[in-house]
């Protein structure tokens, strides 16, 4: 199984940028699919979930009303819709991907596969 991420760039505070994650080798429609991510110095964060069959989503405090996940299982592809952007969302940006329903969706450590990050920068 492999995860490839991208949509990541360089943005001015209160931008937009739109990340996506497709997965191959493997389907992850009835699993959980998630973002986190890392500045540096700093360890990795949860940012968003979304969990299949009904699509509930979860995000970090930090992020709620800013970020939408949502997911196309047809594509196998997850989607994070970063709006209103702050210097403080700087980091590189990981999706993540386990085939079962996990009951502790923020947890890095539940997930079974990884993108390989892709890196957004805010500027002020």
């Known amino acids: 199984v492999q995860l490839q991420a991208s949509g990541g760039g360089l943005v001015q505070a209160g931008g937009s940028l739109r990340l996506s994650c497709t997965a191959s080798?493997?389907?992850?429609?009835?699993?959980?699919m998630g973002w986190f991510r890392q500045a540096p110095g700093k360890e990795r964060e949860f940012v968003a979930g979304?969990?299949?069959?009904?699509?509930?989503?979860f995000y970090a405090d930090s992020v709620k009303d800013r970020f939408t996940i949502s997911r196309d299982n047809v594509k196998n592809t997850v989607y994070l819709q970063m709006n209103s952007l702050k210097p403080e969302d700087t980091a590189n940006y990981y999706c993540a991907a386990d085939q079962e329903l996990l009951v502790a969706i923020g947890s890095a450590r539940g997930y079974d596969y990884w993108g390989q990050g892709t890196q957004v920068t805010v500027s002020s």
């Open positions: 979304i969990r299949g069959f009904g699509g509930s989503t």
């Open positions: 080798g493997g389907t992850f429609s009835s699993g959980t």
